[in-house]
C-alpha cells in the first residue's frame, strides 16, 4: 500500500484508483472517495463509475465473497497439482503411429530411421 500511496501521490492515476478500492474494502469511505476523485479528474472512467454510484455503494454480498473465495482457493489448488509427465513430447496412438512409419518407408526412409529436422529446416518453418 505504501508503493500504491507514494505512486499516487505523483498523479499515476491507476494507483490512484487501486488506492481508492483498497480504501474501499477497508471501508474508509472519505479515503476512497479523494483518491476515485483525483484518479476520475485524470480520465479514468472506473474511478468515475465508482463515484457516479457512491450513494448506492453497499458492501460486497455474500454470494460475490463466496465466490471469491472459491475462486482462489481453485487457484491454490491449480498452482499445487503437478502437471501430468510428458513421455517423448507429444502422444500418438498405434494407428496413426503405423500409417506415418507407412509413408515415411514409401519416402525411402528405413523403417528404424529417427530423423531429426535440421537446423535449416526448423529455421524455415519458423
Excluded: C
Amino acid at each position: 500500500m505504501d508503493y500504491l500511496a507514494r505512486s499516487a501521490e505523483t498523479g499515476n492515476q491507476y494507483a490512484q484508483y487501486a488506492l481508492g478500492k483498497l480504501y474501499l474494502d477497508e471501508h474508509d469511505q472519505e479515503q476512497a472517495h479523494y483518491w476515485f476523485t483525483q484518479s476520475a479528474a485524470q480520465g479514468n472512467s472506473h474511478a468515475q463509475f465508482f463515484l457516479n454510484r457512491w450513494d448506492s455503494l453497499k458492501p460486497p454480498s455474500v454470494m460475490l465473497a463466496t465466490t471469491r473465495l472459491l475462486y482462489h482457493m481453485s487457484r491454490v489448488f491449480q498452482d499445487q497439482t503437478p502437471s501430468p509427465p510428458i513421455h517423448g513430447g507429444i502422444q500418438v496412438d498405434r494407428k496413426l503411429m503405423a500409417r506415418i512409419r507407412e509413408k515415411k518407408i514409401a519416402m525411402g526412409h528405413k523403417p528404424d530411421d529417427h530423423e531429426e529436422p535440421s537446423q535449416t529446416q526448423s529455421m524455415s518453418m519458423g
